[in-house]
């Protein structure tokens, strides 16, 4: 696996990632903070290459090993920026059915009741309770309405569930 493809997901046709515009921005954010970052790692490279022999100068061979990882990052959240799908949520005509953008309201097999909301890759944080488009729980959930059972692929082998609501932002304006 190359290094820029750092968690790599499933892709939209001709390499699209699908992304809310608050995902978006939240990448661009953490691209010009590394930059930012980069800009001081540079400035402590160059200041501890004029202190002489770096063979044994720890300043610059961990400022060198940051500006590495830096690099790394920034070519990553570039790519995934070029080639992101910005969906905004809010714009869903469909708002009976289940797509990206939903936020679902589900009961398990237990009668347990959940709230999930489908976002992009790089958007899914279980403890918010956004799960990934692309995990098992959102494709089985894809395109159901209100009172639909669907069946999730699970390492445990099929779980069923209920749909008991489905949400979506409210337009702008």
């Known amino acids: 696996m190359d290094e820029d493809e750092e968690g790599a997901a499933p892709q939209l046709p001709r390499g699209k990632f699908y992304m809310t ?12 903070a590394m930059r930012a970052e980069r800009h001081r790692v540079v400035e402590i490279v160059a200041w501890a290459a004029g202190n002489g022999d770096r063979s044994e100068n720890a300043d610059y061979k961990e400022g060198k090993r940051r500006l590495r ?44 009741e ?45 779980s069923s569930i209920e749909i008991t609501g489905i949400r979506y932002p409210e337009p702008a304006g």
């Open 114 to 158: 959940a709230t999930v909301t489908l976002v992009g890759v790089d958007e899914a944080n279980m403890a918010q309770g956004k799960i990934s488009i692309a995990s098992p729980m959102a494709l089985a959930m894809l395109r159901a309405r209100v009172g639909d059972e669907v069946v999730v692929r699970t390492p445990a082998g099929p």
């Open 21 to 32: 515009p608050a995902g978006e921005a939240a990448l661009r954010a953490e691209r010009e």
């Open 69 to 112: 990882e830096i690099d790394r990052r920034l070519r990553f959240l570039g790519h995934r920026l070029e080639s992101a799908e910005v969906v905004d949520p809010a714009a869903q005509t469909q708002r009976d059915r289940v797509f990206f953008g939903a936020t679902v309201t589900y009961l398990n097999e237990r009668d347990e």
